[in-house]
């Protein structure tokens, strides 16, 4: 099992959790996967600030399997589908969105980081781009 690190995608860095935001927040980060996503793997993102309320959470990929076997999950340690179930997005390139009622309104009791995890291998591997965008706010 492999951990990938995506960064946000105007500084290019791994960043701080926003303490000290209000209103709305949006996070967009970004990471490359290469051709080795494995069963297991992890793609780790931006971390949710303790007190905040998830209001929206979207994956994109870039096609990164050729074949139809490619499928993963979104969510956070120990809960690693409550955003996002199983999606094949990425089979072909395309977007999820959050789908797992779970997910709307979590509200993060600890700093929480968001976490992509590779459910199936794909078939024929092709090296992408995973882009995940996180909406949340200090205020419901």
């Known amino acids: 099992m492999a ?8 500084t290019g860095a791994v960043e701080l959790p926003k303490y000290n935001a209000t209103g709305d927040t949006v996070e967009i980060w970004q990471a490359a996967t290469g051709t080795g996503l ?6 780790t993102a931006m971390t949710i600030p303790a007190g905040n309320y998830l209001t929206g959470l979207s994956v994109g990929w870039t096609d990164v399997d050729s074949a139809t076997s490619f499928s993963w999950t979104a969510g ?15 089979q072909t390139a395309g977007i999820a969105v959050m789908n797992n ?40």
């Open 3 to 10: 951990t990938i690190q995506a960064t946000n995608i105007l």
């Open 38 to 43: 494995a069963n297991g793997d992890v793609i």
């Open 76 to 90: 956070y340690t120990g809960h690693a589908s409550d955003f996002i179930t199983t999606s094949t997005v990425g």
């Open 101 to 140: 009622p779970k997910g709307l309104g979590f509200t993060a009791t600890t700093d929480t980081v968001i976490l992509v995890t590779i459910t199936a291998t794909a078939g024929t591997p092709v090296a992408g781009t995973v882009t995940i965008a996180a909406r949340y706010t200090a205020s419901p």
